[in-house]
C-alpha cells in the first residue's frame, strides 16, 4: 500500500528526478505501487509540460499572424504612397517640360499685363 509520506516525497520529486527514478528500474528506490504512482506522476508532469509547449507555440503563431497582417497593411499604404508619389513626379515633369518649351498656363507677361492670344 502506498503512504501518504510517500506519495508526498514523490510529489516533491522534480521532472528531472522522477525520470531519473524510472531510468534506475530496479535499483530505484520506488517498487511496487509506490513505482505505479511515480510512473503516473512522471506522465501527468509530461503531459502538463507538452500543453504548455503547445500553449507557447500558439501565442508564438498568433504574434507571427498579428505582425503579417501588420506588415500587409503598411505594405498597402506604402503602394499608395509609391503610386501619389509617381503621379506628382509625372505632373512635376509635364509641368517642366511645357515650360521648358515655351508654352505656360501663365498668360501674364513681366510687366502684369495679359498676353493671351485673343480670339477675335
Not at 14 to 29: H, K, N, T, V
Not at 90 to 116: E, I, P, R, T, Y
Amino acid at each position: 500500500m502506498l503512504t501518504e509520506e510517500q506519495k508526498a516525497e514523490i510529489d516533491a520529486l522534480s521532472f528531472e528526478e522522477l525520470s531519473d527514478e524510472l531510468l534506475m528500474r530496479s535499483s530505484s528506490r520506488f517498487h511496487g505501487e509506490a513505482h505505479d504512482y511515480v510512473l503516473a506522476r512522471y506522465g501527468r508532469l509530461e503531459s502538463e509540460r507538452d500543453s504548455k509547449k503547445h500553449r507557447e507555440v500558439m501565442e508564438l503563431h498568433e504574434k507571427r499572424v498579428r505582425i503579417a497582417e501588420e506588415a500587409n497593411r503598411l505594405s498597402k499604404i506604402a503602394i499608395w504612397v509609391s503610386v501619389l508619389a509617381f503621379l506628382i513626379s509625372m505632373f512635376g515633369l509635364v509641368s517642366n517640360f511645357k515650360v521648358s518649351q515655351g508654352g505656360s498656363n501663365n498668360h501674364f507677361n513681366q510687366d502684369g499685363a495679359n498676353s493671351a492670344p485673343h480670339v477675335k
